[in-house]
Structure formats: C-alpha cells, structure tokens
C-alpha cells in the first residue's frame, strides 16, 4: 500500500487539484454528465495533477447518493487515467459512506477522501471508527481525510491525524481547509513522511506550500485554473518572486468573488463557455457576471 501512496503522492505534488464544480441539469438536482467531458479536457488541457470529485464545491453533500454515483463514473470515464481522480464518499450516514466506498472501488478510483460527519459534534474516537470502516471498505484503495471544521464542525486534530496514521494501513493523507496557518503547520508535523498533504486554503496557499504541503486542492482552480498551475509550478522550481506574484493574483481574484461563491464558480465556468448549470437549490447564482473582471487579471 505504501508504494501505491508513494505513485499518488509523485502524480499530485507539487500541482493542483482542483475541488471539480458538479454540471447540473436545469432543475439543479441531477448530474449533466454531457458537459463532464468538456470540463475535465478544459481543466487538464490548463496543467492539473489530479480531480478531486463531489467535495464542497463540487456539491456532493448535496446531492442524492445514486447522483453521485454517476457523478463519479462519469467523471472516472471522461479522464480516463490522464489524471489521478479523488472520489469524494464522506456522508453524515455510515451506510452511504459505505455505499459510495464500494462503488468507489467498483470503478477503480485512483483515491478516495471523506469528510467527517457534519453539524453534529462527534468525539475523537467515533471519528475514528467511522474513517476506520470507510478504509476497511476500500482495503486497496488510498484514503484522504478532509478537514474543514469550520464548515464540518468535526475535524481532524494532529492528535487524531497520528492515531489515523497507526491504525489505518491504506491511509494517504490529509486535505486540510483551515485558514490557521498554525494549525496546518501542526498537521504537518503530525503527518508521517509518507503521507500527502495537499492545502485548500486559498489565501493562504503559498505559506502551506512553503510549509511543506505537497499541493493544493482549491474550488476556485475548477473555473480559473491558470494562476493556481502557475503557483504550484513556481513554488516546484523554488522560484520564490514568481511565486508571490501568482499567490497575489489569486487573492485579487478572490476578492473579485461574490458572496454566492458556489454560484460564482459556476458563473464563471459558463463565462468561458462551460455551461455546467446552476448551484442546487436553493443556493443562489450571482446576479452580475464575475468573468469579465477576473480575466483582467490574468493578462
């Protein structure tokens, strides 16, 4: 199992992945699995390392499981081993975690990540359990954590993360979304070697790089992919100045971002001529287009 963490990590450092946005239908509740196709070759046409599918941006919490299912094998479909693709199977009910394990390993994902169960507190050891028995489900099959408390409520602690490194063998890593710089560089520290840490944490994606998080995932990379690419590319060289440079115009971008950030992204990938849909109700689209002012930026 090792060796195959060791292949994953090698395809996604120094890179990122982006938090894919889910195409929708018009009714904003089932898969357009017509457009994945057109949104995956856009994306590794740009320069990513890997996908991470149906997470925060990509909407999985919301959608019935049976969509994500045919989210993730149309997604598995349309990459066809170009790239390495990150099922997201987190649920707030261990039988649809499982489900969507299985399923997982049915079409050979590449890795598989899962979010604590949300809004309800849950103690360390039935955090534990639950990422126990989604790895058990998936023997063969690298599993991420995803750490995002401030929007999960539960997380994974460094103490939790050294207890999840020792008693699960097909443990790869961790996805952390903290904007604590500190905690971060703590995770790190907790994380054995060989383990991958990819950052999401947008404003602060240079400083956990510089940390040394092996790459990034970010929602924002699925619209606008080129200054992340060129991020992680110059961090990659040690080309420091470069580096800055990218790290600020991804934060002027940012701050061009409405408040419907979902809505947004979506907004923007049909401003460059990915009609991937709406947002699932009854999160709202931005009423003003954001593409024409974000591609300033960029020249």
């Not at 991958?196 to 970010?218: F, K, P, Q, Y």
Request: overall charge neutral.
């Amino acid at each position: 199992m090792k060796m195959k963490i060791a292949a994953l990590k090698s395809r996604l450092e120094q890179g990122v992945s982006p938090a894919m946005a889910t195409p929708l239908q018009a009714d904003g509740y089932q898969v357009n699995t017509a457009v994945l196709p057109q949104l995956v070759d856009f994306l590794i046409e740009k320069g990513v390392k890997g996908l991470f599918v149906g997470g925060t941006t990509g909407e999985g919490l919301l959608l019935e499981a049976a969509e994500r299912q045919r989210l993730h094998e149309a997604t598995m479909t349309a990459v066809n081993g170009r790239i390495p693709v990150l099922l997201h199977v987190g649920a707030n009910r261990m039988d649809q975690a499982l489900s969507l394990t299985y399923h997982a390993v049915q079409i050979k994902a590449d890795a598989i990540v899962a979010i604590p169960p949300t809004f309800f507190g849950m103690d360390e050891d039935s955090l534990l359990a639950y990422f126990q028995a989604i790895a058990a489900a998936a023997p063969g099959i690298p599993l991420l954590l995803y750490d995002i408390p401030h929007m999960a409520v539960n997380g994974i602690s460094p103490a939790l993360l050294a207890r999840l490194s020792a008693a699960i063998p097909s443990l790869a890593g961790i996805k952390t979304s903290r904007p604590d710089a500190q905690m971060i560089r703590q995770l790190l520290a907790a994380a054995p070697e060989y383990l991958i840490v990819l950052a999401g944490n947008e404003r602060i994606a240079l400083g956990s790089l510089a940390m040394g998080a092996d790459g990034l995932i970010s929602g924002l990379s699925t619209a606008v992919p080129e200054p992340f690419v060129a991020l992680t590319r110059a961090v990659g060289a040690g080309d420091l100045a470069a580096a800055r440079r990218e790290h600020k115009r991804i934060n002027d971008l940012l701050d061009c971002m409405p408040p419907q950030r979902i809505g947004g992204i979506k907004t923007i990938l049909a401003e460059r001529g990915i009609a991937v849909g709406t947002a699932v109700p009854p999160r709202p689209m931005p009423e003003k287009g954001v593409w024409p002012r974000m591609k300033e930026l960029l020249i």
